[in-house]
């Protein structure tokens, strides 16, 4: 039973665009998500996060939304860089550290 | 942002061999480590985790006999791969918590990765 889905395995997105990545939780439990971004053959990196009292969290040119109600968060990237190619995994946390993450986005920004 | 070093970063074993692999947090001290386990194109599985001084906590269908950690110091924990078979071949990932970090779930840093191949 996956958690933390992420339907999506792969968005390509024009460079300077909105690169807009979905992820849905089925456990409401979860009071904490992240996301992270992944390199090949490196570990994840901490994006941004988000508690569960909060709809919206923005960072520079990252912004999580989360919308309770229908257990789905969406990590919203603009303008879309060739850096930022990667592959980007939704976690979601209860009450711990442990995190359990989705099967992971693969974002390809084309210059 | 903090470091977590693993080591090796990639190993070929035969199977039947035991391969350890070590996670250290370079600049900070952690209290309590994770380790995962990642397939292709698959999400990162969470092993277990790992509090120092104490006994790992393992994660429902996984075999602490077969998967042995140790969590010796603040800054390091080994994961080691009893006779290994081919379907252990994967990427291990450790993450390690910063003790004294103040942003919680902020806190936890991921190392490079251990890939292992079971021959």
């Known amino acids: 039973d996956q958690q933390v889905k992420q339907n999506s395995p792969s968005l390509s997105v024009q460079e300077g665009r909105i690169s807009i990545l979905n992820c849905d939780y089925t456990?409401?439990?979860?009071?904490?998500f992240l996301w992270y971004k992944k390199y090949p053959a490196e570990g994840p990196t901490f994006l941004i996060s988000?508690?569960?009292?909060?709809d919206k969290n923005e960072d520079g040119r990252f912004t999580v939304f989360l919308n309770k109600s229908a257990k789905h968060l969406s990590l919203h990237i603009v303008p879309s860089q060739p850096g930022d190619s990667a592959v980007y995994f939704c976690a979601a946390s209860k009450g711990s550290y442990q995190l359990t993450f989705g099967k992971g986005t693969k974002l390809s920004v084309i210059p | 942002g903090a470091v977590v070093s693993q080591h090796p970063s990639w190993v070929i074993c035969k199977s039947g061999t035991s391969v350890k692999i070590e996670c250290r947090s370079l600049?900070?001290?952690?209290?309590?480590m994770f380790w995962y386990r990642q397939f292709p194109k698959q999400s990162l599985m969470l092993m277990a985790t790992?509090?120092?001084?104490?006994?790992?906590?393992?994660e429902q269908g996984v075999e602490k006999d077969k998967f042995l950690i140790n969590h010796a110091s603040l800054t390091l924990s080994t994961l080691t791969v009893t006779s290994a078979h081919p379907e252990d071949s994967s990427f291990y990932i450790c993450?390690?918590?910063?003790?004294?970090?103040?942003?919680?779930?902020?806190?936890?840093?991921f190392g490079p990765g251990t890939r292992l191949t079971v021959l």
């Open positions: 456990n409401s439990m979860f009071d904490y």
């Open positions: 988000i508690s569960s009292i909060k």
């Open positions: 993450s390690a918590r910063d003790s004294l970090g103040s942003s919680g779930y902020n806190e936890q840093f």
């Open positions: 600049d900070f001290q952690a209290t309590t």
């Open positions: 790992s509090n120092e001084g104490s006994k790992a906590t393992y």
